[in-house]
Each structure stands twice: as C-alpha cells, then as structure tokens.
C-alpha cells in the first residue's frame, strides 16, 4: 500500500512539474502590433475610428496592390512609416525557427524588394518590368499568409508602377493584440505581430 501511495505521489509530482514545463514553453506570449489592408480605405478608416480609445499609435498608407502575385508596392516615404512602427520584419531560418528582426533601413534611391525568393525584375499589372536592386527575406509583420512580397519604389518612380489602390494600417494597441483583433475581422487581411522587437 505504501509503495502505491509512493509511485502515486512521485507520478502526480511528475505530471505537474511536466505540465508547468509545457505551459510555460507554449503560452501565449501577448503582442501589440496589429496589420491591417483592405482595397476599402473607408473600412479602414472606420475600422480604426471606432477602436481609437484602444490604439496607442497607427500609421495608415495609400499602396498598390497586384493581385496575381499578392505584392505590396509602397514609396520609400510611406514605406518609412510603416517601418517606423516595426512593420517589416527580416526573416531568419535556422533549421525550423523562424526568427525576426526589425527592418530599420531602406534605400531611398533604390528599389527594395521584400520576399523568400529573390526576383530581378518586378512586373506590375501593366506588364511593365522594374529591376529591384536590393532584396531581403523580409514579412509584412510575421507572414506572409496575405501579403507574399512588397515591394519599395523610390517616391519618382512610384507613380509608374500600375497596380490597384490597396489601404494598409499599421497599429500598435494598448491590449493584447490576440483579443484586440476581432474588432477588425470585417478588413480583407488583419493580422498579429510583435510590434515592439527590436
């Protein structure tokens, strides 16, 4: 009998000491970044109008959008403000981690081009080609679910580029981003992101 009540004690001793140890290596860690994008700029609009009280900075930009290859296309000015709350994130694999680094730098007089594979020439909707001369592994937050690549034109050239208008908010919450984000599911994408790495 003792020897159950033993096994017993030492078995319930490692379940919990297992079960802490899992719980703390898969909780939810909060975050406070929120990306938003819909063609609607109205939406967007609204949609951060009507949660003002719970948004502690956002920044709302005017892009293109080329459907067929899901690319953002942004001007180096607009393209600084969303990386000024930590909007792109570098992308670094080791094995299967991902890890991400906040982007603090574009070339103001060279086009960018965000993405997993490398691309020499950028094509927009027109079919007219523009060489991208600087490329990086880099998200739009932490995914690129919605978004596949971006890519960065130098304020000249941005006109050129024909794509369809598209509305992206960048937002960093007061709350915990994961229960902040359902006031935002009626937008075309929204999405999480660690809006403070450094």
């Not at 906040?102 to 993405?115: D, L, P, R």
């Not at 596949?148 to 024909?162: A, G, H, K, V």
């Not at 208008?165 to 919450?173: D, S």
């Amino acid at each position: 009998m003792l020897k159950k009540i033993i096994i017993s004690i030492l078995s319930l001793v490692i379940l919990s000491t297992g079960g802490l140890l899992l719980y703390n290596t898969f909780r939810h860690k909060p975050v406070y970044g929120i990306i938003v994008l819909d063609k609607d700029g109205t939406k967007v609009n609204d949609a951060l109008n009507s949660q003002k009280k719970d948004i502690e900075k956002a920044v709302t930009v005017e892009g293109k959008w080329v459907e067929k290859s899901k690319m953002l296309v942004l001007n180096v000015t607009d393209a600084k403000k969303v990386m000024a709350l930590n909007g792109f994130q570098k992308v670094t694999k080791s094995k299967n981690d991902y890890s991400f680094e906040s982007i603090k730098h574009i070339s103001e007089n060279e086009t960018t081009f965000f993405s997993k594979e490398e691309s020499p020439l950028i094509t927009d909707e027109a079919n007219k080609a523009f060489p991208s001369m600087v490329h990086e592994y880099a998200t739009l937050g932490e995914s690129s679910a919605y978004v596949t690549s971006i890519f960065i034109l130098p304020d000249t050239q941005y006109s050129e580029f024909t794509g369809s208008a598209v509305h992206l908010g960048v937002l960093k919450v007061k709350t915990d981003a994961s229960k902040a984000l359902i006031n935002y599911n009626k937008l075309e994408m929204c999405q999480l992101y660690n809006e403070s790495r450094d």
